[in-house]
């Protein structure tokens, strides 16, 4: 299976397509890199450019899933609206193509690549170098986070999907219908 995994960002949006079995298994870098806006400019054009950028991975890749980190709440309100953004541009992108699409936290994603949910972005890049034995660290962090989504889908999001198909399976199906006249009688125990 193939992942591109994004890191939204309105200046810098990080891609990277990692392929590999389902759960556990080789993982292999198809490519990483970033995606620019100038800060400067008008946030319509800067989320065209962000869209036009996730399209030529989509063409380039050819990805079976993405997945996008999730967005949440910190102090910076102007931050978070930005990042949401990038996040919803996207999931547009994938959906437009009829891509499956999966959000993973932050912490997900870290406790997948690295062990711990608390790790800094040194720990979770030390652990993307090694696990894709790439000669170098992917820069910027923004670069090894969306190689680090798409690893945390590969071995945890996959199985994820799994159980949630298991699970709607299990609600659908009915309990057969007593086929006798009257239903038999319960014994009651001793008091």
């Known amino acids: ?3 591109l995994g994004v890191d939204p960002g309105l200046t810098r949006c990080g891609v990277g397509v990692v392929e590999g079995g389902l759960g556990a298994g080789p993982l292999r870098m198809h490519g990483v890199g970033v995606i620019r ?3 400067d400019a008008e946030l319509g054009a800067r989320l065209v450019a962000v869209e036009r950028g996730i ?3 989509l063409d380039t890749h050819r990805p079976d899933a993405v997945c996008v980190e ?3 709440s910190q102090h910076n309100v ?3 609206m930005g990042t949401a953004q990038a996040s919803a541009v996207a999931v547009l992108c994938a ?3 009829g891509l499956p699409v999966a959000l993973h936290t932050p912490s997900e994603m870290k406790a997948a690549v690295t062990g711990s949910g608390r790790a ?3 720990q979770v890049t030390a652990m993307v170098t090694r696990l894709l034995r790439l000669d170098a660290p992917p820069r910027p962090a923004d670069a090894a986070d969306a190689l680090g989504l798409a690893i945390c889908h590969l071995w945890r999001g996959t199985a994820t999907n799994r159980l949630a198909a298991a699970h709607a399976a299990a609600r659908s199906t009915k309990r057969p219908a007593y086929r006798g006249t009257a239903r038999p009688a319960r014994k009651e125990s001793p008091r």
């Open 1 to 3: 299976m193939r992942v």
């Open 78 to 80: 102007s931050t978070v």
């Open 70 to 72: 999730r967005v949440f």
């Open 37 to 39: 806006t100038s800060a």
């Open 95 to 97: 959906a437009r193509r």
């Open 55 to 57: 399209e030529e991975w």
């Open 120 to 122: 800094d972005k040194a």
